[in-house]
């Protein structure tokens, strides 16, 4: 794995969602995905794959609602593997399961992708080593081409045993009402740089990985705010490497006039279209 989930980046580090029903979504979220339950109460599971890191936490809000469509909110939450090895274990238990799935191949990365018991979106890839990126003016190349199922197959034979301990949020893809609005939040407010385009998306990062966020307006120019019980993203952390980042941040997201309150040991923004985001040590 390389560096670009550590210190001096800011990324993504834990992904908190809302499901319709807690014990189902578990049931999903170890067997098929191969999370481990970290912590659990009636309305609230939070996850890890090493026993001590959190980085999915599942809620059952009261009077939950299923997922809205065409609203803001989350596109999908990334989880990265360690190696390409770890890819093809999990692709084999994908096809033993059954379970539906989509794949593609980035350059950057391979990845696949379904969705959870309610709509969630889930991408589970491996990326490819950063010096076979391919860069042009600042951009990174990416694409959606064919992925190579059968080399990924070949590269391990070992039998599945859930998330190894290594993988890592790797980003969190979003729905947003406004590109360009976005575009500043994430850059001028949470100092991300653009380092890709796509139709009617943008991604973003520090430290030159691919995307640690990308934000799209697929479900249309304007879409709304899903209600606060609704099925989706309820919020996600962003870490950053120490307090002096993390003030500069909070400065250039007030003159931005990002709405930016502090509770009991991190602080909480949104996005301009409702994404909550927790800024953290």
Do not use: C
Request: aromatic share 10%; proline share 5%.
């Amino acid at each position: 794995m390389e560096k670009f989930h550590q210190e001096p980046n800011i990324y993504v580090g834990e992904v908190n969602i809302k499901v319709k029903n807690l014990d189902h979504a578990l049931t999903f979220y170890q067997n098929i995905i191969g999370f481990q339950i970290l912590e659990k109460s009636a309305r609230k599971a939070v996850l890890t794959t090493d026993g001590k890191k959190p980085l999915l936490t599942l809620e059952q809000p009261e009077k939950v609602i299923a997922k809205t469509p065409r609203t803001t909110g989350l596109y999908h939450f990334a989880i990265l593997l360690p190696s390409r090895a770890d890819l093809s274990i999990f692709l084999r238990h994908m096809i033993q399961t059954g379970y539906p799935l989509g794949a593609a191949d980035h350059y950057v990365s391979e990845a696949l992708y379904l969705n959870d018991p309610d709509g969630n979106g889930i991408e589970v890839y491996r990326d490819r080593p950063s010096s076979e990126w391919r860069w042009n003016n600042g951009l990174v190349e990416m694409a959606t081409e064919e992925l190579d199922g059968n080399g990924i197959l070949a590269e391990s034979d070992a039998v599945w045993k859930g998330l190894p301990a290594g993988t890592l949020m790797g980003h969190i893809h979003l729905h947003v009402a406004d590109l360009k609005k976005a575009e500043e939040f994430y850059t001028k407010g949470l100092g991300f740089e653009i380092v890709s385009y796509y139709p009617q998306a943008a991604f973003l990062s520090t430290g030159k990985y691919h995307h640690h966020i990308a934000i799209n307006t697929w479900q249309g120019e304007g879409a709304e705010t899903p209600p606060e019980n609704s099925v989706g993203l309820n919020w996600y952390s962003l870490v950053f490497p120490n307090e002096e980042t993390r003030e500069k941040t909070l400065k250039q997201l007030k003159q931005l006039g990002a709405p930016v309150t502090k509770e009991a040991d991190f602080y909480l923004t949104s996005d301009p279209s409702g994404n909550q985001i927790r800024l953290v040590l």
